[in-house]
T-cell receptor
């Protein structure tokens, strides 16, 4: 597709379940970012990939959060043993090169609700 | 990461110009000034960015102060579809975007 695609768009999980959220960036984009957006707040940075290398994971809130991008294209954000405070919209963004200063392209997000 | 300060909310009338201010007094020489907007239930959308000179595109204009410590996003004729949260962000080369709270713009018909 032409843009960043995320799936599922909506996910409801019971507390303690594991979830996996997928991001398909724009084809050929080197950089990939994950953000978490709680209700009424601005997006907060989670982690950054340059191709398959995870260069920054400083925003991951706990060791229950894990992200991967094994072939440098599709990325998966995994949350283990979900808690209610994990309820949020998870946004993925990509950009063309590693050193560009321009536009990040965002997906529509995956809304996670933990009951 | 350098921070930005924006008003929490602003109101505009339809078809009138809107000036959205942003202060970034700790900006460094390599920081680009980015603006994104987010409509309800959507991901952020790029609006415009610049380094030192004023910039224009089909969506908006960006006016950057000479000392780069502040900038203004200008929507020339607001429409109802421009109602959104507007984020002013500083981005270093290749770096991540650090979002603040943004300015919630409402547009009255």
């Amino acid at each position: 597709g032409a843009g960043v695609s995320q799936s599922p768009r909506y996910k409801v999980a019971k507390r303690g379940q594991d979830v996996a959220l997928r991001c398909d960036p724009i084809s050929g984009h080197v950089s990939l970012f994950w953000y978490q957006q709680a209700l009424g707040q601005g997006p907060e940075f989670l982690t950054y990939f340059q191709n398959e290398a995870q260069l920054d994971k400083s925003g991951l809130p706990s060791d229950r959060f894990f992200a991967e991008r094994p072939e440098g294209s599709v990325s998966t954000l995994k949350i283990q043993r979900t808690q209610q405070e994990d309820s949020a919209v998870y946004l993925c963004a990509s950009s063309l090169t590693a050193f560009d200063t321009g536009e990040l392209f965002f997906g529509e997000g995956s809304r996670l609700t933990v009951l | 990461d350098a921070k930005t300060t924006q008003p929490n909310s602003m109101e505009s009338n339809e078809e009138e110009p809107v000036h959205l201010p942003c202060n970034h007094s700790t900006i460094s020489g390599t920081d680009y000034i980015h603006w994104y907007r987010q409509l309800p239930s959507q991901g952020p959308e790029y609006v415009i960015h610049g380094l030192t000179s004023n910039v224009n595109n089909r969506m908006a204009s960006l006016a950057i102060a000479e000392d780069r410590k502040s900038s203004t996003l200008i929507l020339h004729r607001a429409t109802l579809r421009d109602a959104a949260v507007y984020y002013c962000i500083l981005r270093d080369q290749g770096g991540k975007l650090i979002f603040g709270q943004g300015t919630e713009l409402s547009v009255k018909p």
